[in-house]
């Protein structure tokens, strides 16, 4: 169980959902040609998610003195796991993860793209050691990581297998798989910055510089509320444009009453948020917009099926 910890498993079992209703409720039901088979695929995310596991060990490993004035009850380091072990299991999943990347690049005959699991794998411990110190860079350097881990099953799903006939649909596609890394990212990237207002007073204790500390709680409270209406606004956009005005009305309605209301809610509620409690609230708040975003596209996949 501490290892689940140590891990953060629940973020884990997230983005395997996340990538296994991408594959099986959105690009199966569509009938195109996919570059990896089944096997193939689900070694695809895992290793994804041994590579996030890295990252989450490597944080664990050097966020100990924060978490301890954060949340002591996490601390696994030291305690339950010594930091030896700890990184000795870090470096166990990151080979993992990397050497399955490799053995994948190769099986669609794209050698290069090994490579794009070693950037991801570097960045994730360049974050844990600098970047996260960093305001604003380390929180985008998260939200970027999310984001790609959308963008790699179009790259390793679609893109070897794009050819001049099928070239429309797969291009049509993969925009959408864009859509969805670019809403990831925006909600992520808000989150990030929620959870620097909810550890403030750790990350103070241990000289760290993010945006709270820099200009403080109440400044950076009015910034989120303030980039929290780019996702609202582009939503907005994108029910108009795309989901309406092609009468997708079951697909509008969940995202009017699953993500649309909840991040109106949000910015309601980051306005007036003052304690580490009202930023812990709001930070899962934002975690369960993302899962309904993302299991959005399996309701916008059913609804298109149906109403043709």
Do not use: H
């Amino acid at each position: 169980m501490d290892f689940l910890k140590l891990i953060r498993y629940q973020n884990l079992l997230m983005l395997a959902f996340m990538q296994l209703l991408f594959r099986y409720g959105f690009l199966k039901l569509q009938n195109i040609p996919l570059a990896l088979n089944e096997w193939q695929y689900a070694l695809l995310v895992l290793s994804t998610v041994l590579i996030a596991a890295a990252g989450y060990v490597i944080n664990n490993i050097l966020d100990i003195q924060t978490d301890e004035d954060n949340k002591p009850k996490d601390v696994i380091v030291g305690k339950t796991i010594s930091e030896s072990s700890a990184y000795n299991i870090y470096i166990v999943l990151n080979c993992l993860g990397v050497a399955i990347g490799f053995y994948l690049s190769n099986v669609i005959d794209k050698p290069n793209f090994a490579s794009l699991f070693i950037v991801i794998a570097a960045t994730l411990y360049i974050y844990a050691t600098s970047l996260k110190q960093m305001a604003i860079v380390g929180n985008l350097i998260v939200a970027l990581i999310l984001s790609v881990s959308v963008l790699i099953i179009g790259i390793f799903d679609l893109y070897p297998v794009i050819t001049i006939e099928n070239r429309q649909i797969l291009g049509s596609l993969f925009s959408v798989l864009l859509d969805y890394a670019v809403f990831s990212f925006m909600i992520n990237f808000i989150r990030e910055i929620v959870k620097d207002l909810e550890d403030v007073n750790g990350d103070y204790n241990q000289g760290m510089k993010t945006l709270p500390i820099i200009i403080g709680v109440k400044r950076t409270s009015n910034l989120v509320f303030a980039l929290s209406f780019i996702p609202i606004i582009a939503l907005v956009f994108y029910i108009k444009t795309y989901l309406f005005a092609y009468n997708l009305f079951p697909t509008t309605l969940y995202t009017l009453v699953f993500i649309l209301a909840p991040l109106f809610f949000f910015s309601v509620k980051i306005w007036t948020a003052k304690k580490q409690k009202d930023f812990n609230q709001l930070s899962n708040l934002l975690k369960w917009i993302l899962f309904f975003g993302i299991f959005s596209i399996l309701v916008l996949t059913l609804n298109i099926k149906y109403n043709a």
